[in-house]
Each structure stands twice: as C-alpha cells, then as structure tokens.
C-alpha cells in the first residue's frame, strides 16, 4: 500500500472532516475502513492539540525569561500605566 499525506490543513479543517464521518451512511463493508479513518483523524487532532499546547509554553517560558532580564523594564512600565 502506498502512503500519502494531505498537508497544510488547520486543526479546524481536520476536525471538520472527523465530525463528517459522524453523518455518513456507512455500509457494513466500509465500517472498518471508517472507523481506521476515524482514528486516524482523531490521532492528527489530538497531536496538533499537543502541539499547539507546547508551542504555548514555549511562548510563555520566552516572556517569563525576558522579564527576568529585564526588570527595570518592567516595573517602567508598570509605573507609567
């Protein structure tokens, strides 16, 4: 079997396609294949949850260290607001 692989797709994208196969008329034939499908999609969005989840502390451990390097910046700023 060949591979292939549907790239640049949002997390909205891909959970619209997996909320799909939740209407579909499916045939006893094609309840394995459905259900694999399903699976798959729901294993793209659970890894673009954690992704989006690391990428998140990554932002915030980033603003955490730049107020530790500046905090005289910081308390500027705040006495100015």
């Keep these: 079997m060949i591979l292939f692989s549907i790239e640049n797709l949002t997390i909205e994208e891909i959970a619209a396609m997996r909320q799909a196969l939740n209407v579909i008329d499916i045939k006893?034939?094609?309840a394995?294949?459905?259900?694999?499908?399903?699976?798959?999609?729901d294993s793209e969005i659970n890894?673009?949850?954690?992704?989006?989840?690391?990428?998140?502390?990554k932002k915030s451990q980033g603003i955490v260290e730049i107020e530790k390097s500046h905090p005289a910046e910081k308390s500027r700023h705040k006495s100015k607001s």
């Design 28 to 30: 006893g034939s094609s």
């Design 47 to 57: 890894t673009a949850h954690q992704i989006l989840k690391q990428e998140e502390a």
């Design 32 to 41: 394995q294949f459905i259900a694999s499908l399903q699976n798959k999609l």
